[in-house]
């Protein structure tokens, strides 16, 4: 977890069955997450909020126990290349209050048309 405007390196990482999220950015901080491992999340895979920014290019975030990239207010989050699929929630990918979520060649199920902006934010792919 990163907050405060902290910094995380976690590239290449792996974060397995963890209870709630396996990366959280909140705050204004920065995860770098490329190529990470975040399976069997408890609840979110990838979190990102209050202006958090997370780099998950070709991060693996699979079976998540609900949303599993997860982008709310003003946040913005790099998922391009990501497998985002088997989670138990509504969608893959999802955005809230004007946040923005690259999932160029990414897979999984969007929670608004991707290319639209919406008062909930983007989701480019």
């Known amino acids: 977890k990163a907050s405060g405007a ?21 705050g204004a901080s920065i995860v770098d997450a490329e190529a990470a491992k975040l399976n069997d999340a408890g609840v979110n895979a990838i979190l990102a909020s209050t202006g958090g920014r997370v780099n998950a290019w070709r991060a693996e975030v699979l079976r998540a126990g609900s949303t599993s990239v997860l ?7 790099n998922a391009r290349d990501c497998d985002a699929t088997g989670h138990a929630g509504s969608s893959g990918f999802a955005v809230t209050s ?3 979520i690259n999932a160029n060649g990414a897979i999984g199920v969007k929670n608004q048309p991707v290319n639209t902006i919406t008062s909930a934010g983007i989701i480019f792919g």
């Not at 390196?9 to 950015?25: E, M």
């Not at 982008?71 to 989050?77: D, E, F, K, L, V």
């Open 98 to 100: 004007g946040s923005i």
């Open 71 to 77: 982008a709310g207010t003003r946040s913005n989050i």
């Open 6 to 26: 902290g910094t995380v390196s976690f590239a290449g990482g792996v974060a397995n069955n963890c209870g709630a999220q396996a990366i959280n950015a909140s």
